[in-house]
């Protein structure tokens, strides 16, 4: 680790500590001197596994039990020993948003105020801001709350259907036709917490903006990536990344962010339409990048910009990056060469490793590894029952 010493003493606390991106997060804190713990709910999870967590963490740390989630940090912070809690996922920054008046009593929280974290965090708003501000993004409709809305809309079919609130592809349909959503309708209890919008062809490549911005409203850190393969091949989480110029996408995000006061790290998902040919806004994921490691290996440290921002410093502008960096989650990607059609037509080829890092590996601390890969064979079976 680095011999220039900034925030020496510093005490972080990351929660979850089965995140892929707390593995760069953490190197990046230890980096500056900060003292790092993590919030597991298994010895399997790579901030569990990593040489560089100082203290481990096994506790409450569920999606399904926000009540316990909360009240788990909760007593963690009232004990004193933390300074910053940082969230990994959407579920912990939610309940930090949530709470983020009483937690800040006890330390300074990396997640923003409720109010704007629930705009950022529902699709259908995020999307009429989008078309209220001609930044692009799919034709949506706005206040459904009944099949006939849908039936008698503009909007062609197919359409997509997925939950105002969600991360992923969890909970993604496409609807054929009329037909078909007639069928569903029995289903659907309550149309208002979906989102109906027109199908973009998934033909060309989506990309990732991550983003920082200050409390000047000021973007310090602006990284585009393109996400060139993923599992599940019917839509997931990206195995590759390559790091592109798009001053576009940049653009887009920006303005958007910068509309709803947006504060600190956020990643933002795109999709490039191939009728057109322009990237258009899906939603954004109101963190850290779970390919945030792909940033660092660019030029950029979201891990110190963090530690500025929340105790009220200058923050570093890194928003010039190198282009064609390359990060690659193994574990998945083999998934993707075993289950596509195109495995021996994909661009990169999936044989190419120029400048490739992957997502989870470090030679200096190879564990999370091995932790991540056992994990995701005991979870695999869950998450494809979630995404179907």
């Given at each position: 680790?680095?011999?220039?010493?900034?925030?020496k003493g510093?005490r972080?606390?990351i929660?979850?500590?089965?995140?892929?991106?707390?593995?760069?997060l953490?190197?990046?804190?230890?980096?500056?001197?900060?003292?790092?713990?993590?919030?597991?709910?298994?010895?399997?999870?790579?901030?569990?596994?990593?040489?560089?967590?100082?203290?481990?963490?096994?506790?409450?740390?569920?999606d399904?039990?926000?009540?316990e989630?909360?009240?788990?940090?909760?007593?963690?912070?009232?004990?004193g020993?933390?300074?910053?809690?940082?969230?990994?996922?959407?579920?912990?920054?939610?309940?930090?948003?949530k709470n983020?008046?009483?937690f800040?009593?006890?330390?300074?929280?990396?997640?923003?105020?409720?109010?704007?974290?629930?705009?950022a965090?529902?699709?259908?708003?995020?999307?009429?801001?989008?078309m209220?501000?001609?930044?692009p993004?799919?034709?949506?409709?706005?206040d459904?709350?009944?099949?006939?809305?849908?039936?008698?809309?503009?909007?062609?079919?197919?359409?997509?259907?997925?939950?105002?609130?969600?991360?992923g592809?969890?909970?993604?349909?496409?609807?054929?036709?009329?037909?078909?959503?007639?069928?569903?309708?029995?289903?659907?209890?309550?149309?208002?917490?979906?989102v109906?919008?027109?199908?973009?062809p998934q033909?060309?490549?989506?990309?990732?903006c991550?983003?920082?911005?200050?409390?000047?409203?000021?973007?310090?850190?602006?990284v585009?990536?393109?996400?060139?393969?993923?599992?599940?091949?019917?839509?997931?989480?990206?195995?590759?990344?390559?790091?592109?110029?798009?001053?576009?996408?940049?653009?887009?995000?920006k303005k958007l962010?910068?509309?709803i006061?947006?504060?600190?790290?956020?990643?933002?998902?795109?999709?490039?339409?191939?009728?057109?040919?322009?990237a258009?806004?899906?939603?954004?994921?109101?963190?850290?990048?779970?390919s945030?490691?792909?940033?660092?290996?660019?030029?950029?440290?979201?891990?110190?910009?963090?530690?500025?921002?929340?105790l009220?410093?200058?923050?570093?502008?890194?928003?010039?990056?190198?282009?064609?960096?390359?990060?690659?989650c193994?574990?998945?990607?083999?998934?993707?060469?075993?289950?596509s059609?195109?495995?021996?037509?994909?661009?990169?080829?999936w044989?190419?490793?120029?400048?490739?890092?992957?997502?989870?590996?470090y030679?200096?601390?190879?564990?999370?590894?091995f932790a991540?890969?056992?994990?995701?064979?005991?979870?695999y079976?869950?998450?494809?029952?979630?995404r179907s």
């Amino acid at each position: 680790m680095s011999k220039n010493i900034i925030y020496k003493g510093l005490r972080i606390l990351i929660a979850e500590g089965r995140a892929r991106q707390c593995l760069p997060l953490i190197r990046s804190f230890k980096k500056q001197g900060c003292i790092v713990a993590a919030l597991c709910r298994s010895k399997l999870d790579v901030a569990y596994a990593s040489r560089y967590t100082d203290k481990r963490i096994i506790g409450v740390c569920d999606d399904e039990k926000e009540e316990e989630t909360t009240s788990q940090i909760r007593n963690l912070l009232k004990t004193g020993e933390y300074d910053i809690v940082v969230p990994t996922t959407d579920f912990i920054a939610r309940i930090l948003s949530k709470n983020k008046i009483e937690f800040s009593k006890y330390a300074k929280i990396a997640s923003n105020d409720w109010e704007i974290f629930q705009l950022a965090g529902d699709k259908s708003k995020t999307m009429e801001i989008c078309m209220k501000n001609d930044i692009p993004c799919p034709s949506t409709l706005l206040d459904v709350k009944c099949l006939e809305d849908i039936l008698n809309s503009t909007i062609a079919f197919p359409i997509v259907m997925k939950p105002k609130v969600g991360f992923g592809a969890i909970g993604f349909k496409v609807v054929k036709s009329k037909e078909e959503m007639i069928k569903l309708s029995p289903l659907i209890h309550d149309y208002g917490s979906y989102v109906f919008q027109e199908y973009i062809p998934q033909t060309d490549i989506q990309y990732e903006c991550a983003m920082f911005i200050d409390n000047d409203n000021n973007v310090k850190t602006s990284v585009v990536f393109s996400k060139n393969r993923w599992f599940p091949i019917s839509g997931g989480s990206s195995t590759l990344n390559i790091t592109v110029d798009r001053p576009d996408i940049i653009e887009s995000c920006k303005k958007l962010l910068q509309l709803i006061n947006w504060r600190g790290a956020a990643d933002v998902d795109f999709i490039q339409d191939p009728r057109d040919g322009i990237a258009k806004i899906m939603e954004i994921n109101p963190r850290v990048s779970g390919s945030v490691k792909i940033t660092f290996d660019a030029g950029t440290d979201q891990g110190l910009q963090m530690i500025q921002l929340l105790l009220g410093n200058d923050v570093t502008d890194f928003n010039k990056y190198e282009y064609g960096r390359r990060l690659r989650c193994s574990q998945t990607d083999l998934l993707w060469f075993i289950k596509s059609p195109n495995r021996f037509k994909s661009k990169p080829s999936w044989f190419s490793n120029y400048k490739t890092r992957d997502q989870i590996f470090y030679w200096s601390d190879p564990w999370p590894y091995f932790a991540f890969s056992l994990s995701g064979l005991f979870r695999y079976k869950r998450e494809m029952k979630k995404r179907s």
